[in-house]
């Protein structure tokens, strides 16, 4: 067995005596090594919601994680976007990017409680070997195209 993970069938072993069970506890909760993923998790959010309310949302998730064990290290919103196809009877909708360093069941916590949401239309969640120290692709693409906006308007 690897030593990263926790043995769960030692646990119910310690629940003899209160102050020893305890004791026990806190010893393997001390020794217990969770693996921590890298995730990048992408969710949309319906048109009609607020930023303000997309931003509760962050909050929210991020909340989970941070429970779990994890750590948020990015969020990143590229605003409102059209969609290819309709979802959901939606056209349009807020994207948001997170960067995730947490343990697997966070994860799935967050993602079980963006399933029940009736804001989150669509979300996806990718592990990674390492996280991305800059911005994203969408957030360079955003910036190359104001880039060339500024440099043909000091041409005219």
Known sequence: MSPLFYDRSFKPFCLGLEEASRRCLARVIETERVPMGLYEHVFLVRQDATP??????????????????????????????????????????????????????????????????????????????ELEAGPSAQMRRREDRRRDDDEQEEFN
């Open 52 to 129: 303000a309310q997309v931003e509760a949302l962050v909050e929210q998730y991020k909340g989970v994680i941070t429970t779990g064990g994890g750590k948020v290290e990015k969020v990143e919103s590229w605003g409102i976007k059209s969609l290819t196809y309709r979802i959901k009877k939606n056209r349009k909708a807020h994207f948001t990017l997170l960067n995730i360093s947490s343990p697997s069941a966070a994860v799935k916590e967050m993602e079980r409680q963006m399933s029940i949401s009736e804001d989150v239309i669509r979300f996806m969640t990718v592990s990674v070997e």
